[in-house]
C-alpha cells in the first residue's frame, strides 16, 4: 500500500507544484474603461485652463487593458489553464510582449513614456483642429541622405511655392497632397546656418489592410521638441500607461473647446495612437477594449483599421466597429452617431473581409 502511495504523492507535489509556479506566460483581459470628460479614482481625468471650455454630453469612453505577470515572471500554472476556458483572458507568452533585459521598473517607465507622448499629440491635434496654433521645432534624428542629424526643418518649397514649417501638421498636410517623386526643396538650419536641401518624396508601404496612405513623405526620422501650447491641457492617469488613448483624448479635448456635444448625447468608445499629423495608429488587446466599453454602454466603438482583423469573433451582440485611419475620420464618427446615423465609414468585418480577400 505504501509503495503505491508514494508515486502518488510525488505526482500530487510535482501538480501543486506545476500550477503554483510562476511560468512563461502573460494574461489580459479588459481593463477599466473611463470616460474621458469624467474622473478616474476620484481625480479629473483631463483638465483644461487657459481657454473658454464647453459642457458636452458626449460620453467619450477611453478603453484599457489588464495585465498580470512582469517581464521577468509570468503567471501561474493554475492561471493559465484558466485562461484555456476564459474567452475573456488571453495568454501571452512573456517573450513576445517584454525584451529579456526588460524590467518591471523600465516597462513602466516605457509606457509612462508612450503615455506622455499620446498625449502631447492629442493636446495638439484637438487644438489644432479648434483653431488654435501649436508650435513645435522638427529636428531630424540622424543622417539620411542630404540630412544631417539635427538639422532644424523651417521650411518645404513645391512647385515654387514656399511654406514655413512650425508644426508637422504644416509639413504633412502638404506632404499628403504632394505625389511621390516629386521634387522639393527643404529649408533647414545646420549649425546657425540656413542650408536648402533638394529632396525627393517617397511614397507609404501598404499597411496590414493593404491601404496606401495618400501622397507622400521625406522619408526621414523627425523629432518633435519645444512644443508651444497656447492652452494648458493636463492629465491624471495614474496607473495607466501607454500611447492607445490617444484618438479618444483628442475627441474629448476637442469636443471641450468647441460648443455643442461633438456626439450628442450617445455613449462612444474607442482606442488608437494618435500622431501630429492627425493618424490613428494600431493598438494591442483590441478584444478586451470592446467587452470593457460595452460593460459601460457603448454600442459603438471606433478601431484602428488595422486592428480590425483582430475583432473578428470579437464583437460582442450588438456593438458596431467602426474603423477610423485618421482623426478626421473619428470625429466624423462622433458627429454621425450623435445624430442618430450611422458613419459613412466601413465597419471593422468589412475591412477585415476585404484584407482577408487580399
Given at each position: 500500500?505504501?509503495s503505491h502511495?508514494?508515486?502518488?504523492l ?15 506566460y502573460?494574461?489580459?483581459s479588459a ?13 479629473q481625468l483631463v ?7 464647453y ?6 469612453f ?8 512582469t ?10 489553464v484558466?485562461?484555456l ?17 526588460q ?10 513614456a ?9 493636446a ?5 483642429k ?64 540656413s542650408?536648402d536641401?533638394?529632396?525627393t ?11 496606401v496612405?495618400?501622397?507622400s ?20 492617469v ?10 479618444m483624448f483628442?475627441l ?8 455643442g ?25 483590441i ?44 470625429l466624423?464618427?462622433?458627429?454621425a452617431?450623435?445624430?442618430g446615423?450611422?458613419p459613412?465609414l466601413?465597419q ?11
Amino acid at each position: 500500500m505504501t509503495s503505491h502511495r508514494i508515486p502518488a504523492l510525488v505526482f500530487a507535489a510535482a501538480a501543486f507544484l506545476t500550477l503554483a509556479a510562476p511560468g512563461p506566460y502573460l494574461l489580459e483581459s479588459a481593463g477599466p474603461a473611463v470616460d474621458v470628460h469624467g474622473s478616474y479614482q476620484d481625480k479629473q481625468l483631463v483638465t483644461i485652463k487657459g481657454a473658454d471650455t464647453y459642457p458636452s454630453d458626449s460620453h467619450l469612453f477611453m478603453t484599457t487593458v489588464t495585465q498580470w505577470g512582469t517581464p521577468q515572471v509570468g503567471v501561474t500554472g493554475a492561471q493559465t489553464v484558466a485562461a484555456l476556458f476564459s474567452k475573456d483572458l488571453q495568454m501571452m507568452p512573456v517573450r513576445s510582449v517584454y525584451a529579456p533585459a526588460q524590467t518591471l521598473e523600465s516597462a513602466q517607465k516605457q509606457d509612462a513614456a508612450m503615455m506622455d507622448s499620446s498625449q502631447n499629440a492629442a493636446a495638439v491635434v484637438a487644438l489644432q483642429k479648434a483653431g488654435y496654433k501649436v508650435t513645435m521645432t522638427l529636428t531630424v534624428a540622424a543622417d539620411h541622405g542630404d540630412f544631417r542629424k539635427g538639422d532644424v526643418i523651417k521650411s518645404l518649397t513645391i512647385n515654387g511655392t514656399t511654406t514655413p514649417i512650425t508644426t508637422f501638421s504644416d509639413l504633412s498636410s502638404k506632404l499628403f497632397a504632394t505625389n511621390a517623386g516629386t521634387k522639393v526643396d527643404v529649408g533647414v538650419t545646420r549649425d546657425g546656418k540656413s542650408v536648402d536641401i533638394a529632396a525627393t518624396t517617397v511614397a507609404y508601404e501598404a499597411d496590414s489592410t493593404g491601404w496606401v496612405h495618400p501622397g507622400s513623405r521625406l522619408g526621414v526620422a523627425l523629432i518633435d521638441s519645444d512644443l508651444k501650447f497656447p492652452v494648458d491641457v493636463t492629465y491624471d492617469v495614474q496607473g495607466i500607461g501607454g500611447p492607445s488613448a490617444g484618438t479618444m483624448f483628442t475627441l474629448g479635448i476637442y469636443d471641450s473647446l468647441t460648443k455643442g456635444s461633438l456626439a450628442g448625447s450617445a455613449t462612444l468608445a474607442g482606442t488608437g495612437t494618435m500622431s501630429y499629423n492627425g493618424d490613428v495608429g494600431a493598438i494591442g488587446g483590441i478584444q478586451h477594449k470592446l467587452v470593457g466599453a460595452y460593460g459601460k454602454g457603448a454600442r459603438n466603438f471606433l478601431a484602428p483599421a488595422e486592428n480590425c482583423a483582430e475583432t473578428v469573433g470579437y464583437t460582442p451582440a450588438g456593438m458596431k466597429v467602426w474603423s477610423i485611419r485618421t482623426i478626421d475620420d473619428a470625429l466624423a464618427a462622433a458627429r454621425a452617431i450623435g445624430e442618430g446615423k450611422e458613419p459613412d465609414l466601413p465597419q471593422c468585418s468589412e475591412v477585415a473581409q476585404q484584407a482577408a480577400q487580399q
